[in-house]
T-cell receptor, first 113, second 111 residues
């Protein structure tokens, strides 16, 4: 049973426009959510996170939105740049101690010049 | 920065042989993790550690064992490798309540 789902395997966006990546979860006990970015042949790198007590967190060009009632989170990248082309994983965890993250399948984002 | 070094980075091994992957951290973080990444599955937790000699199972622990005899080292062992364990393995570390950070990965092929 996939507790964290990213239903779009791929997304293509023009440079300078907004990229919106979506993620749904089923476990109502999740209280911490993260986005990671992954380039080929490298490890995932942390991008941004949000606690369940918030509905928005912003860091430069990246904003994460959390809709707890819909069990949905999204990552907005604006403006999109060619270096943003990568696979993006959303992740969630129940505990603030050992962060046993549950990951979605990933979305491959391609930014076109 | 995770301060993580994984070794080996690439390995090809035969079915039925034991394999050990090593994760070394320089950050002295309490928590360490082993994940595997497979197409269509994202990253899945194999085992994690919450201190020296303290480990617990993750989502896909069958066929794997771990050991943590020092804060800085977390070993993942495949006792008898199978083709289904061909994957990319990522070690990660973190402190309580904070984000976890990943190493560069170890590519394992079981033939």
């Amino acid at each position: 049973d996939q507790q964290v789902k990213q239903n779009s395997p791929s997304l293509s966006v023009q440079e300078g426009r907004i990229s919106i990546l979506n993620c749904d979860y089923t476990n109502s006990m999740f209280d911490y959510f993260l986005w990671y970015k992954k380039y080929p042949a490298e490890g995932p790198t942390f991008l941004i996170s949000i606690s369940s007590i918030k509905d928005k967190n912003e860091d430069g060009r990246f904003t994460v939105f959390l809709n707890k009632s819909a069990k949905h989170l999204s990552l907005h990248i604006v403006p999109s740049q060619p270096g943003d082309s990568a696979v993006y994983f959303c992740a969630a965890s129940e505990y603030q101690g050992a962060q046993k993250l549950v990951f979605g399948q990933g979305t491959r984002l391609t930014i076109n010049p | 920065d995770a301060g993580i070094t994984q070794s080996p980075r690439h390995k090809v091994t035969e079915t039925g042989t034991p394999v050990t992957l090593r994760c070394h951290q320089t950050e002295n973080h309490r928590y360490m993790y082993w994940y595997r990444q497979d197409p269509g599955h994202g990253l899945r937790l194999i085992h994690y550690s919450y201190g020296v000699k303290d480990t617990d199972k993750g989502e896909v622990s069958d066929g794997y064992s771990v050991s943590r005899s020092k804060t800085e080292d977390f070993l993942l062992t495949l006792e008898s490798a199978t083709s289904s364990q061909t994957s990319v393995y990522f070690c990660a570390n973190g402190q309580s309540g904070n984000t976890i950070y990943f190493g560069e990965g170890s590519w394992l092929t079981v033939v």
